[in-house]
């Protein structure tokens, strides 16, 4: 568009100077300039406004691309996790998804990698000799838990709860397994699970 706008001044400039006559130019080619030099700032303005739409296009197109999913298991070889004496960060070793790599087997930590909203899971299985208890925490805070009593007659227990929670980049969320408690560290039952509901 630009080159647009250059061909247009140079051919008007030789219009000027091609009328020019003492030093002035003829009413109807000063009317002409000055409708010119009006529609070459539309021009210009059209352009700055169509780069911000292609902006926009392009950083919604990178929204709809960003997704967030991963789902992962704690596994300990068919037996119990914990308890230990203190609060326990949980490792979710066994990744079953990990869309957008935001969950880190390794350290149990999911870090968000854009702010939005997110929905999170936790379920875990446990006997009943020790208590159940799980902690949902976002950035050293609890946001959520779930919890059930030692029993000397109820020998197995299932837990879970969910939340939705806004974050923003590189917010943690991590589960803790309370101390004197434990999971049952099976392939299939204390599982984290997390997604991306929207962008905000």
């Known amino acids: 568009m ?8 140079l051919l008007f400039s030789g219009l000027v100077l091609a009328q020019y ?14 409708d010119f030099g009006a529609r070459t700032e ?10 911000d739409c292609e902006n926009q296009i392009l950083e919604l197109r990178n ?26 960060t949980l490792i979710y070793n ?34 009943g000799e020790h208590e159940g208890k799980l902690f949902l925490y976002k950035n050293g ?8 009593h030692k029993s000397n007659s109820d020998t197995a227990d299932n837990g879970g709860n969910a939340v939705f929670l806004q974050l923003q980049q590189g917010d943690q969320v991590y589960v803790q ?14 599982t984290f699970n997390g997604f991306l509901v929207t962008i905000m």
Request: glycine letters at 8%; one cysteine or more; charged letters at 15%.
């Open 21 to 34: 006559d003492g030093g002035s130019c003829s009413p109807d080619t000063c009317n002409l300039l000055i």
């Open 141 to 148: 805070l609890l946001m959520i838990a779930t919890h059930d």
């Open 177 to 190: 397994l309370a101390a004197n408690c434990h999971v049952w560290g099976s392939d299939i039952h204390t």
């Open 63 to 88: 929204k709809e691309q960003t997704k967030v999913i991963f789902s992962a298991v704690a596994t300990a070889g068919e037996k119990a996790i914990g308890p230990f004496d203190e609060d326990t």
């Open 94 to 127: 066994m990744v079953l998804t990990n869309i957008g790599n935001a969950y880190n087997p390794s350290t149990g930590i999911f870090a968000a990698p854009v702010a939005g909203v997110y929905y999170f899971s936790i379920y875990y299985h446990a006997g």
């Open 2 to 9: 630009n080159f647009t706008i250059l061909c247009f001044v």
């Open 42 to 51: 539309k021009l210009e303005a059209m352009e700055t406004r169509l780069e």
